[in-house]
């Protein structure tokens, strides 16, 4: 089946109308339909430390009943409030228990690799490329004055020969 629109997290997601394939198994119970399978699919994104592409296989299991029409307006409003899936015309709707095991199983932040570095914070450098990357130490703003204060000095006192 093609996949959805929207079926992962902003950074990591399967690709709108690729291929997911599904391993289902459908019992009939008293309720209603009992649905068990997994869904197989590509992943695409990027990791969220280097921005690096992702490109990974997602395998998810999954299990939900459908109850039956008739079966639904028995249940109290409280159960019904907790999301029963509901057989519409003999029909069962996949797309939300899909959409539910998918981003479930995805990671909050997904890496490249387990210890990636990352980016530099202050140029934005590739710090797998360069692991000795470093930067002066920053000046604290407090004391830049002090700076220029300093290179006044200096250059008065060349000025008048004294070193």
Request: proline share 7%; charged share 30%; with cysteine.
């Amino acid at each position: 089946m093609p996949a959805p629109a929207d079926l992962g997290i902003e950074v990591l997601y399967v690709a709108p109308g690729a291929p997911v394939d599904l391993d289902l198994r459908l019992e009939a119970v008293m309720e209603g339909v009992l649905v068990t399978g997994t869904a197989t699919a590509d992943l695409e994104g990027e990791c969220v430390r280097c921005l690096d592409p992702i490109v990974d296989e997602l395998d998810v299991r999954f299990q939900e009943l459908f109850v039956y029409e008739d079966s639904s307006d028995q249940l109290s409003d409280e159960e019904d409030d907790d999301g029963v899936s509901v057989l519409e015309d003999d029909l069962l709707d996949l797309e939300p228990l899909l959409r539910d095991a998918v981003v479930l199983a995805l990671p909050f932040q997904p890496l490249c690799e387990e210890d990636c570095p990352g980016l530099c914070t202050e140029c934005g450098a590739q710090l797998r490329d360069d692991p000795d990357h470093t930067h002066e130490a920053a000046i604290d703003p407090r004391w830049a004055a002090l700076g220029s204060l300093e290179q006044d000095l200096k250059s008065k006192l060349e000025a008048r020969g004294d070193d």
